[in-house]
């Protein structure tokens, strides 16, 4: 019979501390996004000054059938953190590692009818992450009823080449069948080979997948089936010459991300992910670093469906730092937990063992990635595996990086062991490249020609790069404007680089009131400043153009300097001034630009690198630049300065949505003057209310500056913009959410619930 596979996402209560007061709740569920903040709390900044450490309790009831012959399961995508699972009062097992997917075999446990299951989570150290960590369960959880003769997913090996062969290792010694584009094939120790005629390759521009079905039989009985979704393809690195997919040279244009959603905290279900995926799509990003952990198993489906190269790593720091009080225990299961799980994934190019850790090139740390790349090629010898290293190099001491309390403060901070002689920083980056397959550089791009030069067989990778700025060879942190991105346009060995970060982010704040990371493309809820434009500039071939000016009137969002950006904005509105020049940026892919302020038009430098900068004398009115190539004009972007703020508007009337129970969907509201231009400058504070089978589950404007709630109904506008997040309770209709700000007429915009 085959398997049973559900999701048990509802029927949940919460409650923390004693086991008291218990609440429904609906998973996945993040507690500490609602937790009060405290200015003074320990390790504040890092958690964006949530005050959630706590225990809290988890319980359900399950209604089980048992079969003879059968065994159960509770699988979980990842629990944050330190859980315990109790089925009928009997322990079952748990996970320390917040990120780490688990299986438990519950049957053991399970009685006939009503199951009690409680879950403990121990999220009380102060010490979790260096970013915020939530807590709770806030990845998908199934249950599973499987016959005795069952398949182990992560046992299976698949091997899906770029000639079409498929080469498959179920890790069973048994009588396996399996089915792929109409053709067949079976075994009777549980490992075959396939040829797929014709085969459709994966790629990030053509992420084609194909379902494989695999049987397993007792002579002619299926006992379990699965299917999963595979990609054929082949990843080369090649010295000197760059990074080939499917024999194609490929420069990965890529970011990092964290995964918390803000407004949701870590409880970020799938749609909320696609939607930023979309986002980087729109970008030309192809590349993805989900740092500094594993990530779960929808937002790697989604990579695998959308057409992402992923360098996905298992941890950030070692034996010091946050993972330091598993690192002795869990490691290897740790390991063991992302590379099986994801292994067969076409998206997965590169493993990561490691981020900025102590001790960098050392003989200490060397042991210890030596074990970790030596474990990771054991478990999958088909991918490169490497490590990414901090621009900080240090001589040896006798400190003991394991009681260091700031271990990322004791990494970067300047002291008298740094190493600045470059030919001792490149041995020291040597002999960290001798037990990698290829080098992942933090901020170095001002050193890769040193680095290449004296280890030239292998490429290298720029695993964190500034989004504008780029240093000096003599000059970690320096101001030049040479975007780093471009950096690996220019040498054939460099292989792409990766963004700090796409998206802003909690955590890593500076000092309160700021509860997060700022330095990011695109803001919290969705919108995109100026750089998402400097970058699909760089990226991206469809012609495009996009207008922004400086404006330093307005707050700075508290960003480390050399993580910032200049201070472009996308508006034409300076009440403040009478005659001035006011700098702007134009980002674009085309020849050149025209530009024109009411209709007058301003000769401007041809575009170099995706970008012409100069000045413009303010006059209220109309900017519209035009995109030209080949001498035709084939992209424009228009700013008006608004009149009065005197209505609110979506960018839509109408939405469709699917009647998916839990569904959930993040809509920007915008302060707009009567012929609906945008009205930057507004800050009003906005009231949602929704109607039909939907509730509000959180509110957003993308100020990481404000401490204004998530869990609410109402938030002031920032830069002109809000947001509400509203869940779907998966009854097909109609649903209706409505914004409303005094002094304006609100706005409203229909959802169409379409059952499946």
Request: charged share 25%; proline share 4%; aromatic share 12%.
């Amino acid at each position: 019979m085959p398997r049973i596979e559900k999701e048990i996402m509802n029927g949940w209560e919460f409650a923390l501390d004693q086991r008291e007061h218990f609440q429904p709740v609906i998973l996945p569920h993040d507690w500490g996004i609602e937790a009060p903040m405290d200015p003074k709390m320990d390790f504040g900044a890092n958690q964006g000054y949530r005050k959630y450490c706590n225990v809290g309790w988890y319980r359900t009831t399950l209604d089980v059938k048992i079969q003879k012959g059968y065994q159960y399961y509770l699988d979980f995508g990842g629990i944050g953190e330190n859980s315990t699972i109790w089925v009928n009062g009997q322990e079952a097992g748990g996970r320390k590692y917040a990120y780490s997917s688990f299986r438990l075999n519950v049957t053991p446990y399970i009685i006939e009818g009503k199951n009690q299951i409680l879950i403990k989570v121990d999220a009380s150290t102060p010490q979790k992450d260096r970013w915020y960590s939530g807590a709770g369960i806030y990845r998908t959880v199934k249950w599973l009823e499987l016959e005795d003769k069952h398949f182990v997913e992560e046992e299976i090996v698949i091997q899906a080449k770029s000639d079409g062969q498929l080469q498959i290792d179920t890790g069973l010694v048994a009588q396996v069948r399996a089915t792929i584009a109409g053709q067949e094939a079976a075994s009777d120790d549980g490992k075959m080979t396939m040829q797929v005629d014709n085969v459709h390759l994966w790629s990030a521009e053509d992420p084609y997948l194909y379902d494989l079905q695999l049987d397993l039989l007792d002579g002619e009985r299926v006992t379990d089936t699965i299917t999963l979704k595979i990609g054929f393809r082949s990843v080369e690195l090649r010295p000197n010459e760059g990074l080939f997919v499917n024999g194609q040279h490929t420069i990965l244009k890529g970011i990092c991300v964290h995964q918390d959603f803000a407004c949701r905290g870590i409880a970020a279900r799938k749609e909320l992910w696609q939607e930023r995926l979309e986002i980087l799509k729109e970008m030309g990003c192809n590349a993805i670093r989900p740092a500094h952990h594993v990530y779960s198993r929808e937002f790697l489906d989604l990579c695998d469906e959308m057409g992402f190269y992923v360098y996905e790593e298992c941890f950030d720091k070692w034996k010091s730092g946050l993972y330091a009080r598993y690192y002795e225990t869990e490691w290897q299961k740790d390991v063991e937990a992302m590379i099986k799980r994801d292994r067969n994934r076409p998206s997965i190019i590169f493993w990561g063992v490691g981020n900025e850790v102590e001790n960098q090139g050392q003989e200490s740390m060397i042991g210890i990635m030596k074990e970790l790349t030596e474990y990771a090629r054991v478990l999958d010898p088909t991918r490169p595996v490497s490590y990414a290293m901090n621009p900080h190099f240090k001589r040896e001491s006798n400190i003991d990086a394991s009681k260091v309390k700031d271990i990322q403060k004791f990494v970067d901070e300047i002291d008298d062991r740094e190493i600045y002689d470059m030919d001792e920083k490149v041995e020291r980056i040597r002999r960290i490249a001798d037990y990698v397959d290829f080098i992942s550089c933090n901020y170095q791009e001002q050193w890769y020609e040193a680095i290449h030069e004296a280890i030239p067989d292998k490429l290298i990778l720029g695993t964190e790069v500034y989004q504008y700025f780029m240093g000096d060879y003599n000059q970690l942190q320096n101001y030049t404007q040479h975007n780093p991105s471009l950096v690996p346009m220019e040498y054939s060995y460099v292989m792409g680089s990766m963004i700090w970060t796409a998206f802003d982010y909690l955590g890593e704040a500076g000092k309160f009131p700021s509860k997060g990371w700022c330095g990011a493309p695109i803001r919290t809820n969705g919108v995109k400043k100026p750089m998402f434009y400097a970058l699909k500039s760089l990226w991206t071939e469809e012609p495009m153009v996009h207008f922004s000016v400086m404006d330093y009137s307005i707050c700075d969002d508290n960003v480390k300097e050399h993580w910032d950006a200049p201070q472009y904005v996308e508006h034409w509105h300076f009440p403040q001034f009478h005659r001035v020049v006011i700098p702007y940026m134009i980002a674009t892919n085309c020849d050149e630009v025209a530009v024109y302020l009411n209709k007058k038009r301003y000769y401007v430098t041809k575009p170099e690198k995706g970008m012409v900068t100069g000045y413009i004398p303010w006059q209220a009115g109309v900017i519209e630049v035009v995109g030209i190539r080949d001498g035709k004009e084939v992209c424009t972007h228009r700013v008006k300065t608004p009149g009065p703020a005197v209505k609110l508007q979506f960018a839509q009337d109408t939405i469709t949505l699917p009647a998916q129970e839990g569904y959930e969907k993040l809509i920007t509201v915008e302060a707009a003057d009567e012929e609906g231009n945008p009205y930057f400058r507004e800050s009003s504070e906005v009231r949602f209310k929704v109607e039909g089978p939907a509730q509000i589950m959180a509110v957003d404007h993308g100020n990481l500056m404000s401490n204004e709630p998530y869990n609410s109904d109402r938030v002031h506008m920032y830069r002109g913009k809000a947001s509400a997040l509203i869940r779907l309770d998966g009854t097909p209709g109609r649903v209706v959410l409505s914004a409303f700000a005094d002094g304006m007429y609100s706005a409203r915009i229909t959802i169409i619930i379409e059952g499946a």
